[in-house]
């Protein structure tokens, strides 16, 4: 049996030892090309399997918890998968994110925003005339407005930490692209250069006031009868210290007017200690061989 691929450390926790024990079944093993996993495997289809130097395979679903940035709170009641692979260096038990075959990797799942943008009223400083087509169409237009979570950068993942329930264990950087007629296409709240840092974690967050420590959950574990597959469900990751930056690029060529109502609306720029994510779901791991193997 190949070394404990999640963490070689002494003292690794007694819950870790026991999931790594499970997720190192046949590394050593090799296995023809990938065409497509089936069974239990089905879900990891995506998993860059193709990379000779991926250890395991991951599949996320957060189903549930909520979204607060600024004054808004988006509950999360619509799916929202991560899927990918990590390379788990032996020695240190550090992992390299890759990115899922398919690019992916973060679902583009749309979150209706509660409220839309009732209650946005054209500042007073904006000629008259556009202050009467911006009242005119929100009062008698479209308002509802989708925020939908992009991923900026390559996420970083510790399964180590996750299961320790200490640390950071999924770290993503990501940017909110807000959805509606009128905000255009290239409304965002963050972006590749300026992105919303996530550190996720199932321990407890020690965040800058207001916000006060809040705790995420490892959840419960579950193997199959080989331990090449591991399930955690009611696995919870939060995080309420970091900060979101104002928006830009709403109203297309009048963003310049648009951004500030909807930053206005919206409570941002937002500093950390007033931000919050709870992500709440089942995780799902498998060494890449097993996945290979169930063609």
Request: proline share 7%; aromatic share 6%; hydrophobic share 40%.
């Amino acid at each position: 049996m190949t070394r404990d691929v999640l963490h070689p450390m002494t003292g690794l926790r007694r819950l870790g030892l026991v999931v790594a024990a499970a997720l190192t079944v046949a590394l050593a093993g090799t296995a023809p090309a990938l065409a497509t996993p089936t069974g239990e495997f089905a879900v990891f289809k995506e998993c860059p399997v193709g990379n000779p130097a991926v250890n395991l395979c991951f599949y996320a679903t957060s189903s549930g918890g909520e979204f607060h940035v600024g004054t808004t709170t988006v509950p999360i009641n619509k799916p929202i998968t991560l899927q990918g692979g990590s390379i788990v260096n032996p020695e240190t038990g550090e992992e390299t994110f890759v990115a899922a075959a398919n690019g992916e990797t973060l679902s583009k799942t749309a979150l209706n925003v509660p409220g839309g943008l009732l209650g946005i009223i054209a500042p007073s400083g904006w000629p008259q005339w556009l202050q009467n087509l911006f009242n005119e169409f929100i009062n008698n237009g479209i308002t509802g407005v989708t925020a939908t979570t992009e991923l900026v950068g390559t996420p970083g993942i510790s399964r180590f930490n996750l299961l320790a329930g200490e640390g950071t264990a999924l770290q993503l950087p990501v940017r909110v692209k807000l959805g509606n007629a009128f905000l255009g296409n290239s409304c965002f709240i963050g972006s590749a250069a300026h992105p919303i840092v996530q550190n996720l974690t199932t321990g407890t967050t020690s965040p800058p006031p207001p916000n006060t420590p809040i705790s995420g959950a490892v959840g419960e574990l579950e193997f199959n009868e080989a331990f090449t597959l591991v399930t955690v469900k009611n696995n919870k990751l939060v995080d309420n210290a970091y900060a979101a930056p104002a928006a830009e690029g709403c109203g297309g060529f009048l963003s310049f007017l648009i951004d500030p109502a909807v930053d206005a609306k919206l409570g941002l720029p937002s500093a950390a200690g007033h931000n919050t994510t709870v992500l709440e779901g089942t995780l799902k791991n498998a060494t890449a061989t097993a996945v290979k193997a169930s063609e």
